[in-house]
């Protein structure tokens, strides 16, 4: 089971970049997929999820409006835009899969974890 994240970078505020998160070794179309973020000595903080059952897809307040997940099943791939990126966005972002056709929030579900990408925004 590998799910790699990559995409990550330095970039300015207000700025874009897109993260993807690439899985394989399991069946992909059983699973919701989450994304996850830990700035430096803050907890790690749920940002995004996509339900496998019907692609619907929930967002932290944070990120709301400006960061958009969606999914290719055909790569086995999520991808998690980022648009509009502050500072505070600054992180090491990772996903997460969890065997379950509904989001259930960032909690303990998730089944598979994946190594992170950094983000870098500077202001």
């Known amino acids: 089971v590998q799910l790699q994240a990559s995409g990550g970078g330095l970039v300015q505020a207000g700025g874009s970049l897109r993260l993807s998160c690439a899985a394989s070794?399991?069946?992909?179309?059983?699973?919701?997929i989450g994304w996850f973020r830990r700035a430096p000595g803050k907890e790690r903080e749920g940002v995004s999820c996509i339900s496998s059952s019907d692609g619907s897809t929930y967002y932290a307040d944070s990120v709301k409006g400006r960061f958009t997940i969606s999914s290719d099943n055909a790569k086995n791939t999520v991808y998690l835009q980022m648009n509009s990126l502050k500072p505070e966005d600054t992180a090491v972002y990772f996903c997460?899969?969890?065997?379950?056709?509904?989001?259930?929030?960032?909690?303990?579900?998730?089944?598979?974890w994946g190594q992170g990408t950094q983000v870098t925004v500077s202001s």
């Open positions: 070794g399991f069946t992909f179309d059983d699973y919701s």
């Open positions: 997460a899969a969890d065997r379950n056709y509904y989001c259930l929030g960032y909690g303990p579900s998730y089944d598979y």
